[in-house]
């Protein structure tokens, strides 16, 4: 496999497995309908997949840094497109939660495995690589939210199971194809190399430190967006396949963003460009969680793509720089751990307290630990502002 070939199927492959992560929160109110779900329980289907996934995650990640990455992606698209189409047919919700189970486990695979590789093949610009890689990844999720209000209408939530699973039956054929092909080899002039400044403890704890900061981070943008289509449709009166259509503007921002800030990951300090997109996220879910009029929510849903998705290449280009000692299948299965891990609690959370205070008050107490992540990143900033590894 090329270079070239290589950048293709990570594309391509980035927007078909991240479709299995936003499935569910678009066909959730329609689940919530069908098995008559309070939001506590809705909360749990979405923590029930997500955390399947963090386990997996973190171990995908490890044999990644041992075994072939083809067989480990190929497998994992069979795996999880297996899931999802069993589960359409399944009666009952007891039925279809542990097949959804067997897919987290396939799309688990995805994302620690891809990572390491384009960290390890593209040295030279890896913020713009990291960019383009996240720009595929959203375009299949916007195409998803725009197309889906009208195939949920149509179909309903088990036939967009259906169309959801049935592509990453061939991805995980061609990426199969590829374990009896030579090893790929790193292209372009790598930068050159920096010694980091601190040394392994300092090391230890820098990634430590980073990693909180995203923990709180995703602990407020994950609970937002997996709630989101609810959210539109119980608070705003939308219909589920106009709110699929509104939480569209989420991810048309972060789409552009990320290509941008991709590049500007790559001319400014990583960490100074992921500080600034991390630092509207707060604010934006504060706001669109005002009774503004609908326009004015989606501007706040558009900004608030574009701030959370943003920092998405700066932070992995920070993540591979502090974590270079553990190895790259390792750090980022344990990022993609950390991050499906809370995305498990925090949906729990929010449904929970919804039941409790309401989507609304829900929705602005969840702009908090955005907050919170902001300043432990900014206090981050502080420490490490001496040292070269970013």
Aim: charged share 10%; net charge positive.
């Amino acid at each position: 496999m090329t270079p070239t070939r290589f950048r293709l199927f990570a594309s391509l492959g980035h927007g078909i497995n991240d479709l299995y992560f936003f499935v569910l929160p678009l066909v959730l109110p329609l689940l919530l309908r069908e098995f008559a779900l309070s939001y506590r329980l809705a909360g749990l289907v979405l923590a029930s997949f997500l955390g399947v996934v963090s386990v997996c995650s973190y171990l995908f990640g490890r044999v990644s840094d041992r075994f072939s990455p083809w067989l480990l992606l190929g497998g994992g698209f069979l795996l999880a497109s297996a899931g999802f189409l069993v589960g359409s047919l399944a009666p009952v919700l007891a039925a279809v939660l542990p097949l959804l189970a067997v897919g987290a486990v396939g799309a688990a695979t995805y994302h620690p495995v891809v990572y390491a590789l384009i960290d390890r093949l593209t040295p030279h610009r890896p913020g713009r690589a990291l960019g383009s890689f996240e720009f595929w990844g959203g375009a299949a999720i916007l195409a998803m939210y725009l197309g889906g209000g009208a195939l949920l209408k149509a179909l309903g939530w088990r036939g967009v199971l259906v169309l959801v699973g049935a592509p990453g039956l061939a991805m995980g054929a061609l990426f199969l194809a590829q374990a009896a092909g030579p090893p790929l080899e790193p292209e372009g002039r790598p930068q050159a190399a920096v010694p980091a400044a601190s040394g392994p403890a300092n090391a230890t704890s820098d990634l430590g430190f980073f990693l909180l900061s995203c923990l709180l981070r995703f602990l407020s943008v994950t609970a937002v967006i997996n709630f989101l289509p609810t959210y539109l449709t119980m608070e705003r009166h939308l219909s589920p396949s106009l709110a699929a259509y509104a939480a569209a503007f989420l991810f048309a921002g972060g789409n552009l963003s990320s290509l941008l800030m991709g590049r500007a990951a790559d001319r400014y300090p990583p960490l100074a460009v992921l500080l600034v997109s991390a630092g509207g996220i707060a604010p934006l879910i504060f706001l669109f969680s005002l009774p503004l009029p609908l326009w004015a929510a989606l501007g706040a849903l558009f900004l608030l793509g574009g701030f959370q998705s943003g920092g998405g290449p700066a932070q992995n280009v920070i993540l591979a720089r502090l974590g270079s000692r553990l190895g790259r299948g390792t750090v980022f299965g344990l990022l993609m751990a950390i991050i499906s891990l809370i995305g498990a609690l925090s949906p729990a959370l929010f449904g929970l307290l919804a039941d409790r205070l309401g989507l609304a008050a829900t929705m602005k107490l969840f702009a908090l630990p955005a907050l919170a992540g902001w300043l432990t990143l900014a206090a981050f900033t502080r420490v490490t502002r001496r040292r070269v590894v970013v």
